[in-house]
């Protein structure tokens, strides 16, 4: 379970290289740029040093450098290659991000009965979210279709390979929205947790998610006298919440500073 953990905050370490990345991208200065890292991860990942490293790194290939002996090599190489034919991003986020949850994946075989039971489900929504959100950008920003299937990742709750590969070739969102509801709308209802999506157009990946999360929290009927179970529950509970809060407050309000600080560059 430890381990588990700590792989699970891999996730934040990626955010920090991404916002290394970006923040040196649309020439934020230095102390701009530390001002977006969380080192409170750093700290749990016991990775100070190598935050603080990349932190004064001041080009791309220098960064690309650094990383080649690390778990990201290949995904920082291959995005920062992209993006400099390309000038575009998505790859190299989307690198990482596969990166994660293939690891995350991996991680779930070394977990024990009991840990695997409520764990596995847990990265298999999480999962599909994510492929679903990968899917969602990848249609709103036109990306090459066989590009886009090779960011997608082979665990599924819901919907597997052909249902996926069906979204992929869908070219509008006007389309691909309908659809997710379609696939998702009777799912729930084989293990008898009627829960319906309905999704927001003005949030769409977050009422997406909130669906699963509602699943996940409702297949789970914990027994209080089996402390195991209980215990795991809790922990994943309040992962769970913390990352809501991360991800719909905290990182929001820092995506807009990048995104007004770009602005401004650009106009100069």
Not at 91 to 100: M, P, S, T
Not at 111 to 125: A, G
Not at 171 to 188: A, C, I
Request: glycine share 2%.
């Amino acid at each position: 379970m430890r381990k588990f953990l700590k792989n699970y905050l891999l996730k934040y370490e990626i955010q920090n290289i991404k916002q290394v990345i970006i923040s040196l991208i649309i020439g934020m200065k230095q102390e701009e740029r530390r001002n977006n890292i969380n080192f409170l991860v750093e700290v749990y990942l016991d990775n100070t040093e190598f935050i603080e490293d990349l932190l004064k790194l001041t080009t791309l290939d220098e960064i690309r450098i650094f990383l080649k002996r690390s778990i990201y090599n290949i995904p920082i190489r291959e995005g920062i290659l992209y993006f400099k034919k390309n000038k575009e991003i998505f790859v190299l986020e989307a690198f990482l991000d596969q990166l994660y949850y293939n690891h995350l994946n991996e991680q779930v075989k070394n977990l024990n009965k009991k840990e695997k039971t409520m764990i596995s489900l847990f990265v298999k929504y999480k999962t599909e979210i994510y492929n679903l959100n990968m899917l969602y950008r990848g249609i709103k920003n036109k990306i090459d279709k066989k590009l886009l299937s090779q960011f997608l990742i082979n665990n599924y709750l819901f919907l597997n390979e052909e249902k996926l590969k069906y979204l992929l070739n869908l070219n509008n969102l006007d389309d691909f929205l309908p659809m997710v509801e379609l696939l998702l709308k009777n799912v729930t209802k084989a293990d008898q947790i009627f829960i319906t999506l309905k999704i927001d157009t003005k949030h769409i990946i977050r009422s997406i998610e909130q669906f699963y999360i509602t699943y996940y929290f409702k297949k789970f009927t914990i027994k209080i006298d089996d402390i195991d179970f209980f215990t795991i529950s809790k922990i994943l509970e309040v992962l769970i919440k913390k990352e809501k809060e991360i991800k719909f407050d905290i990182l929001p309000r820092v995506i807009k500073i990048i995104h007004k600080k770009f602005k401004v560059l650009k106009k100069i």
